[in-house]
């Protein structure tokens, strides 16, 4: 199983691009969540999805959206890049809700310049 | 609003030596707590998790966490540890009941010394 797959794994973007960070998993998972890390700070839930067509925002949202056409896939849409958005994204899955742990992709490392 | 506290940005320890990341959690609910490990440019991978069936949990890797509810405590130890070990580890909270929120601690760097 190839689990959670994030691509690209870098990305460098100038100020005002935009951009998609995509999503995949092969689980059948029905809920998927995207998060950025940032050095010292953890990692901030900006959307989640209980399953297809079905998404709601978390902790940081702003500058971002999603869409859940499919169980399999969750990207994110940076419209508008500023240099706050630079940091690292992962997108994340699990069986049923949280309780069950989270798989996570190996992430997108996004540069805003 | 519901907390996790992880003391300790960088943890060193000698290779064969103990090793105890300390997590505090702060909610009135008995919680639901994980610890998760990053290896470098990797995602997180679960180390274990608890969910109230037993306090001593054994996760991956010779890991093992124990939940004291008197000290809102989730503190991660292995007995020995390894130059593999050496990695970022991330404990996490949630609380039962409606959409279950997911809180991240700051993370923990442990260097192995060989």
């Known amino acids: 199983n190839a689990g959670v797959t994030q691509t690209p794994k870098f990305r460098i973007l100038k100020i005002g691009q935009s951009m998609t960070l995509q999503c995949t998993q092969d689980?059948?998972?029905?809920?998927m969540y995207w998060y950025r890390q940032d050095p010292g700070m953890g990692l901030k839930l900006i959307y989640y999805?209980?399953?297809?067509?079905?998404?709601d925002k978390g902790e940081v949202p702003n500058g971002y959206n999603v869409s859940r056409s499919t169980t399999e896939d969750f990207p994110l849409r940076l419209e508008l890049a500023a240099p706050s958005q630079t940091s690292v994204y992962f997108c994340?899955?699990?069986?049923?809700?949280?309780?069950?742990?989270?798989?996570f992709g190996s992430g997108t490392r996004l540069t805003v310049v | 609003a519901q907390s996790v506290t992880q003391l300790g940005s960088h943890v060193s320890v000698s290779e064969g030596a103990l090793v105890l990341l300390r997590c505090n959690y702060s909610?009135?609910?008995?919680?639901?707590l994980f610890w998760y490990v990053q290896y470098p440019n990797q995602g997180l991978q679960l180390l274990l998790k608890?969910?109230?069936?037993?306090?001593l949990v054994k996760g991956i890797n010779g890991f093992e966490a124990e939940f004291k509810k008197s000290e809102t405590s989730f503190h991660l130890t292995k007995p020995s540890a390894h130059m593999s070990d050496a990695a970022e580890y991330f404990c996490?909270?949630?609380?039962?009941?409606?959409?279950?929120?997911?809180?991240f601690g700051t993370g923990t760097k442990l260097q192995v010394i060989p």
């Open positions: 689980m059948n998972h029905n809920y």
């Open positions: 608890y969910t109230s069936a037993a306090t």
């Open positions: 909610s009135s609910v008995p919680p639901y």
């Open positions: 994340a899955s699990s069986e049923k809700s949280q309780g069950y742990g989270y798989t």
């Open positions: 996490a909270v949630i609380s039962s009941g409606g959409y279950q929120k997911v809180t």
């Open positions: 999805s209980v399953g297809a067509g079905i998404t």
